[in-house]
């Protein structure tokens, strides 16, 4: 099947290329601002040793750090970090809160950063009590504030991971005044497998207070988020660096063994076992939510796939159910957006100063719930994202009042005998459920996220053609205001017997102009109970909450797919017939109060951001469109080998041909050298295997996949091509992990401690890049390239601007690095350097492949071997016999080439003849070699290409 290649403009990634730098400048100077007003905060790293479990005998080392404000005693604050963090990760919040007048503790949670102990999900005799064993440690502190002895004025808060693990300390200690909780979950079961229902335990909806989760009412196993739960899971899966403890199990990393023989088996079957969602329910907030009793906020986001709207909602009703004070805030953000943003950061800080300090300003009676109301682009064009207010907090479901219901067409329901009327739609789940369709990306980042959020970004979310039955509405009269859950009738009914009978229903926003939004990219992931099999049943699906108005004039669409690519599809081929049991979907709203939906004050600000987004947009729909198109392309049968280059040719707009049939393969454990003069096409070959530009014709496969531009396979290649561009007012050390950041990948993949060893920088990598030499900047470059530990490397005359010992450094390194498994791909002018260096050669000249091979054979192919014997006359003699014409260098030294002639026959033939042979050694360098292959090629005919033209 042929795939259009997509349009691209050089401009319009230069423009977005550059709008990123300046919010990037602009961002790190906020922080830097931040960091000079946090001066009066004093740091104290420390480790804090706890049980393994209470009364155990057995230790964790936990690695903490207290931030301690000018004046004490002060209040303090717990701070917990995300999953896959440690200490530092929130280390800027911290500090801003320490500036606040707060001490400050943070520290890595046991099996993270520098601490001991295995992951166990907020076990509550592991990291739960963890928590309140580092509450006993500040109580004992003279820089807290007490309430009484032993019992500090303190708060705990988090967000993702620390806040489910501040709510079940919440639950399990009474000394906490105030919890604040983030994009965090209630019951971890039923975040990363939906509409598990009830069972394997009966009272486990009950237990988590959520009557109608999202997704059918019927419950079964659940549908796995296997996107989420891979990068979830995967955050844990490898062993600490420094670690000296051995895996129990393969792939278990620091998770405790328990945990990662569960998860296993349900990441191959898609269905949770008992034991693991008895584990993770146990582990939960969902078990001890109930006794909470200080006041609560719960701030959850509206861009999140992860942990919907409905986690924090069942958090909230166990607390209120129980007596407790908890407030509500949703806002435009979560895991999808980047996690927190200063929204709710400034939230949990406010929440944190109302019920902690006694010299805090009064301020009027928070709303127990605040949210964010989202919309169209056009209409966030036109008014700030309005902040919005209710005097309660009404829930999600669609019982809640105001309920507003609204028609939508193509289905008629059942007829008198039961049976699907005449308007029913058939679909298919085809084999091995590709394509599947798109939802959300689960931890691709922010830009796709946002794309997701807005009409502009509408492209991300795409069904596929026969996999989804829909049903619409006619044009709205007037906005309509959804805040909540959705929920709407189905009669469904499943053919061809399938196994397993899964289904994935969106509400979607679709313009005038066809473009459709899926607000906050939710799905509701259903499995059909086995009578569906029998015929069409009535289904009722509870769409995920969001928090979203469909402007005037759109209609709304509702979508059953069979495919969802974040979600673990069954794979058997399947039939299906959707219709409406009711033509009406029930639409829940809140009477709340604007707090801000005044106009933009300023027309730049409105041009700025509609330029982002429709940059960001541009982007995005290419680099989707690519991803698609190189998962599509890929060759089975090179998945194991790095690089393999055929009949690659790139001829410039002027007609200038740089590069012509070029084919050459690249195996694991090679170091290949690149060579050849200034013109061969060594540089413009390399461009085109970094999707830099692309090719006229011919083909670049990494790993098999074919590389285009954004190709998705180009994250396992590191690369240093054409010079280092980094900002020269950050230091070195800032530089890296800049570019690290805009990856998108956990801090601890970048093995930034291995670059900056190679980099061999010492201080200097604190100082700023303005004032680095050369060599310096090259050193950084090439620990760029290094950051992750990249399968491939390519590296573009690495030597450059070194001193001799640095080069013999970057020997070693190349040559180790090829040992561990991984490949080398460097183009160097230092020959001799590539001969010590390189396990393989290939030379290029004038565009073109003229020689190809080890260098073992290279050398060996051609040039003097040096023979000294005790006697040089006969030995001359008897090479010329053999053919060859021997040049006598002194009484003891002759020089020949032999040809093909085996220096073994020449040994033989010398010593036949009475002769003592005291050393035969090949004198040929690869430089002599490389000058003879090249000696007399001519520069191309035609013209040389410009600037523009490169």
Known sequence: MHIPRPLRSSKTVLLAVLLVAVLAVVSIYLVSRSSSENDDVSTLDTTITVPETPGDSETVDLDARLFVPKTTPAPAVLLAHGFGGDKFSVDDQARSLAADGYVVLTYSARGFGESTGSISLNDPNGEVADGRALIDWLADRSEVLLDGPGDPRVGVAGGSYGGALALSVAGTDPRIDAVAAAITWNDLGHALFPNYGVTPDENRAELAGIDSPAGSVYGGPG?????????????????AESSDETPTQAGCGRFAPEFCSAYAQSAVTGEPSPELLQLLSEHSPVAVAANITAPTLLVQGMQDTLFGLDQADATARQISESGGDVEVRWFSGGHDAGGTNGSADNAMRDFLDAHLRTDAEPTSTPPPFTYAMQGSAAEQQQTRARRMTAPEYPGLATDAEPTRT???????????????????QTIIRPPGASPSAISSVPGLGSVLSTLSATSAGAQLSADIPGQSATFTSEALNDPLTITGSSRVDLRIGAFAQPQEAVLFVKLYDVA????????????????????????PIPVTVTLPGISYVVPEGHRIEISVATTDQAYAVPLEPAQFVVSLD???????????????ASSVPTAPIVGIGVIALALITLIGINVIRARRRVVAEVDEDLVDTPLVITDLAKTYSNGFKAVDGVSFEVRQGQVLGLLGPNGAGKTTTLRMLMGLISPTSGDIRVFGHKV?????????????????????HLSGKENLNLYWQATGRPPEDAH?????????????IERKVKSYSQGMRQRLAIAQAMLGLPDLMVLDEPTNGLDPPQIRTMRDVLINYAKTGRTVLVSSH???EVEQTCTHVVVMNRGSVISAGTVRDLTAAGGQTEIRVDDTAVAATVLEGLGCTPTVVDDSILRTDLGSIDPADVTRALFDAGLRVRGLSQSTRLEDVFLDLVHNDALPAGPIPTKDDR
């Open 512 to 535: 005038p102009n066809g473009g459709r939004t899926l607000p906050g990219s939710a799905v509701a992931a259903v499995r059909l109970p086995d009578s569906v099999r029998e015929g």
């Open 752 to 764: 930034l401690e291995e670059a900056l060893e190679i980099a061999d920088l010492g201080t200097a």
């Open 830 to 832: 230092l020959l001799a």
């Open 708 to 728: 285009s531009p954004g190709a998705p396979v180009l994250s396992r290649l590191g690369s240093f091509v054409e010079g280092s561009g980094f900002l020269p």
């Open 582 to 596: 009711d033509s009406t979907l029930s639409v829940p709203s809140v009477d709340g109060v604007s707090r801000n």
């Open 406 to 424: 609204v028609p939508v067409e193509l289905g008629s329901g059942a007829d008198a005998d039961g049976q699907v009327g005449p308007d029913q």
């Open 223 to 239: 549908v796995l988020k296997r996107g989420w739960a891979g990068v979830f899971f995967g955050a844990g899966s490898a062993p």
